[in-house]
Nanobody, 114 residues
C-alpha cells in the first residue's frame, strides 16, 4: 500500500506557471521506485504526462516537452511537476502515480483560463 497526496493546483492564466507536489508515504522505499504524473481532462482518458526513474532519468510527452519538468526529492519523499507556459489545453486533474502500485491519489485540479 502506498499513499499519494497531490497538491499545488489552482487557477492560472495562459502563460502562467504552477508547481505540483506529490507526497508519498506507506510501504515503499521512495528512492527505489519510478514515479509518474498523469492528467485527465473532462470526458477524456487519463494520459501520461511525465515519468522519472529511480535514477533520475526523465521522459515527457511531446505536448508538454520544454514546458513541464518532472523532478524528485528523495529526502522529502516527494515528486514535483513544474509547469510553465501553461495553455488552456493543459486544464485537467493531475495525478501522481507509482507505476508498481495500483492505487492513485485524489488528484489536484489545474485550470488554465483568462
Amino acid at each position: 500500500q502506498v499513499q499519494l497526496v497531490e497538491s499545488g493546483g489552482g487557477l492560472v492564466q495562459p502563460g502562467g506557471s504552477l508547481r505540483l507536489s506529490c507526497a508519498v508515504s506507506g510501504s515503499i522505499i521512495f528512492s527505489a521506485y519510478a514515479m509518474a504524473w498523469y492528467r485527465q481532462a473532462p470526458g477524456k482518458q487519463r494520459e501520461l504526462v511525465a515519468e522519472i526513474s529511480s535514477g533520475g532519468s526523465t521522459n515527457h510527452v511531446d505536448s508538454v516537452k520544454g514546458r513541464f519538468t518532472i523532478s524528485r526529492d528523495n529526502a522529502k519523499n516527494t515528486v514535483y511537476l513544474q509547469m510553465n507556459s501553461l495553455k488552456p489545453e493543459d486544464t485537467a486533474v493531475y495525478y501522481c502515480k507509482v507505476p508498481s502500485f495500483n492505487n492513485w491519489g485524489q488528484g489536484t485540479q489545474v485550470t488554465v483560463s483568462s
